[in-house]
């Protein structure tokens, strides 16, 4: 079984920001990153998500790769638009005001494993602790996206104050990538060619993430060091599959981050899981 680091062990987020709070969740497409971030939300105070996958450069500038067009890939999005944002909110705590379209559907129904009192209570956690004194806090920008860590794209993690990083497997990839019946994009609908996973988006997620594991190996264990080096937090190997787990996982690690309790402590939510 893998095991966690101390939290004495674990590196520092980035340099808080007095104007807003930037928080990074990657991970290989299909790896709940959207679900995490349109939950965490609506347990965080003052919360907006921004999504990778609103900055794509036009279809017909699209790279290819295996004779398929590769939507996951630091060449298939704007990155100079998408640093513009992120600086733009560190220095002014807000969106500036022309940014990228969104394409996003409509949220799919919560897991059924996170009931609304389960995210009431979370909230409640997460108000007391961040906010004792009950003062605002600075508004949190989530950034939900498939490449914030990789060596293609040394640029964004100076700019993310904590970076959270989700695991899965391929086969657990591919199932949900599969089940989905396409993307609405700028320019239309895009749906998977036969073998997309295989050819595409999975070869570009080992590619950019194999410096994180032992040996290289994705659906293996994380290099803890590295991580500490990188202020990367993982979410334990156990927990891929559970959203429920993910979410009490990343309020935990949050809350440490952003100044809240360590983990391991008496408080409600810690990184065990609520009681």
Not at 45 to 57: G, M, Q, S, V, W
Not at 154 to 172: D, G, I, Q, S, Y
Not at 240 to 251: S, Y
Not at 264 to 269: P, V
Request: proline residues 11%; negative net charge; aromatic residues 6%.
């Amino acid at each position: 079984m893998e095991a966690l680091p101390p939290s004495e062990n674990l590196s520092p987020a980035s340099p808080t920001h007095d104007k807003a709070i930037i928080i990074g969740i990657s991970g290989c497409s299909s790896s709940g990153k959207t679900t995490l971030s349109r939950l965490l939300a609506e347990v965080l105070p003052n919360t907006r998500i921004i999504h990778e996958d609103d900055f794509y450069k036009p279809e017909d500038d699209l790279p290819m790769k295996d004779g398929l067009q590769d939507w996951d890939s630091a060449a298939s999005l704007d990155m100079p638009l998408l640093t513009n944002i992120l600086s733009h909110i560190l220095e002014h705590g807000s969106l500036p005001q022309k940014g990228p379209a969104t394409t996003e559907p409509p949220p799919p129904p919560k897991p059924p494993s996170i009931p609304p009192s389960f995210l009431s209570s979370l909230r409640a956690h997460v108000a007391v602790t961040l906010s004792p004194d009950q003062k605002p806090y600075p508004p949190i920008y989530i950034l939900d996206g498939f490449l914030l860590y990789g060596p293609s794209v040394p640029f964004l993690p100076p700019l993310l104050n904590v970076k959270l990083f989700l695991r899965t497997t391929l086969a657990l990839a591919k199932a949900r990538r599969e089940s989905r019946g396409g993307y609405v994009t700028a320019e239309g609908f895009w749906e998977d060619p036969p073998g997309y996973v295989d050819r595409v988006v999975w070869p570009n997620y080992v590619d950019e993430h194999r410096a994180l594991f032992v040996d290289g190996d994705v659906e293996g264990n994380v290099d803890w060091e590295v991580l500490r080096q990188r202020g990367i937090d993982a979410m334990p190997n156990g927990e891929v599959g559970d959203m429920r787990k993910v979410l009490e996982w990343a309020v935990a690690v949050l809350l440490e981050r952003l100044g809240g309790k360590s983990r391991g402590g008496d408080d409600e939510c810690n990184g065990k899981g609520m009681k």
